[in-house]
């Protein structure tokens, strides 16, 4: 029986200009699950992850703090890519989905908490129609490549590991197509997994070689010490 570790990446600097990086905040998360792994004794096999700098950020934060508290359970081995297990464009899902380009203070980087709601009830509208195949977003796949490229890495990381522990860092867009692919529901159900992750939250999977299945989803027991750092963005 091996165990597949999906974590999203730590808290974003979503609402500056460069979204892709870790805040203060995202590095703690990721630190404290390092931590945690380390107080449970997890034995690390192998670290996979997505080549966007949030993903990298995480995984680095994550593991220098394993090496720190428990080296012995982490080999050497650099983290393995999988551009697979990267995000989707929210901006080119909102601007198929409404047939505009999106204005400066109608992106992420708007800080107004008004139109911060906003900007996520109409991203999740616009998902919703892209995971149903009603949209085509400009330079992405179609929802069900997007979900089929991130369910192979998966896949490829079950067998390879089947008898031990693997961590995968990634976003919340392929953990939620994942976990609704591996319960066999509708795309939108994607979405709606999507837009509930936390940030450095972990679904964990069990299975062997042939097969997985959820154990947990979105959990984030690292962080009950420090409640102050759970987030979503």
Do not use: C
Not at 151 to 166: I, P
Not at 201 to 206: A, D, H, I, P, R
């Amino acid at each position: 029986m091996g165990t597949i570790f999906l974590v999203r990446h730590g808290q974003a600097a979503f609402g500056t200009d460069d979204y892709d990086r870790l805040t203060a905040t995202g590095v703690e998360q990721a630190r404290h699950l390092g931590e945690y792994f380390a107080r449970r004794e997890m034995r690390i096999d192998g670290v996979l992850m997505g080549s966007l700098t949030r993903h990298r950020q995480t995984a680095e934060a994550l593991t220098s703090a394993l090496r720190i508290h428990a080296p012995q359970l982490l080999d050497d081995a650099a983290p393995e890519v999988f551009p697979a297990l990267n995000e989707y464009d929210p901006r080119a899902v909102i601007e198929a989905h409404t047939g505009q380009a999106l204005q400066p203070d109608e992106a992420a980087e708007a800080r107004d908490p008004t139109v911060v709601r906003q900007h996520f009830r109409l991203l999740r509208e616009a998902l919703i129609a892209w995971a149903e195949a009603k949209t085509e977003p400009v330079g992405m796949p179609t929802f069900a490549k997007f979900q089929r490229g991130a369910m192979a890495v998966v896949e490829g990381a079950r067998e390879r590991f089947h008898q031990g522990v693997v961590v995968l860092v990634t976003s919340g867009g392929p953990i939620g197509a994942i976990v609704a692919a591996t319960l066999e529901s509708p795309p939108r159900v994607a979405v709606e997994l999507n837009l509930r992750i936390r940030n450095a939250s972990v679904s964990e999977f069990g299975g062997s070689a042939k097969r997985h299945h959820l154990v947990t989803f979105n959990t984030v027991a690292h962080l009950d010490s420090v409640p102050h750092l759970v987030t979503y963005a």
